[in-house]
């Protein structure tokens, strides 16, 4: 069984949690190429390597946010996913600063160190890789992320499209109360 992450920062096992699963293979299904398609959405991670989806979600209106990470390996399979809500934040950029934050920490407890780290926001990816300089309150915390990337050995980021980081954009919006499961 999968890994997930509860609302209190802990990780562990639990039956619980299978909506967030269910929303991952949901979303891992709608991201498989179809025969023809010429333009790759999701792409496995090399062998031996593991992929850390991330995303983060901001409701400005009812000011709810929430954040989600998917692991899943060379074979495609998911294993380890979290969902949360996340409060006292005020704009999109810093709940995709905190999803990014999580995303490490996760993978890390999980004991992956080979990892290929992906989201959708292209700020954040850009300040991870040092090409773009990080002016905000959670400055440090960044740096601190940047830190241990550089430390996992055959660890890298990339930022990919929102149809291809739909896996993790499914399970985050459970954080923010707007999944709603297609039949």
């Given at each position: ?66 954040i989600g990470v998917v692991i899943r ?71 601190e992320v940047q830190f241990k990337l550089r ?33």
């Amino acid at each position: 069984m999968a890994r997930t992450m509860d609302n209190k920062s802990s990780f562990k096992s639990d039956n619980r949690k299978q909506t967030v699963l269910v929303g991952c293979h949901e979303a891992q299904k709608r991201q498989t190429n179809k025969p023809g398609s010429e333009k790759k959405l999701w792409k496995a991670p090399k062998y031996n390597h593991y992929k850390v989806n991330f995303d983060g979600a901001f409701r400005a209106a009812t000011r709810e946010a929430g954040i989600g990470v998917v692991i899943r390996d060379y074979k495609r399979d998911v294993l380890g996913a979290m969902s949360r809500p996340v409060t006292n934040v005020d704009n999109a950029m810093h709940v995709e600063r905190l999803a990014v934050v999580k995303a490490i920490e996760f993978a890390s407890y999980m004991g992956f160190n080979k990892i290929e780290l992906e989201g959708d926001a292209l700020s954040i990816i850009k300040l991870l890789k040092h090409e773009a300089v990080d002016l905000s309150l959670i400055e440090n915390i960044m740096k601190e992320v940047q830190f241990k990337l550089r430390h996992m050995a055959g660890s890298h980021c990339s930022h990919i499209r929102r149809k291809a980081n739909e896996a993790a954009h499914t399970i985050t919006k459970l954080a923010v109360g707007t999944y709603e499961t297609k039949c």
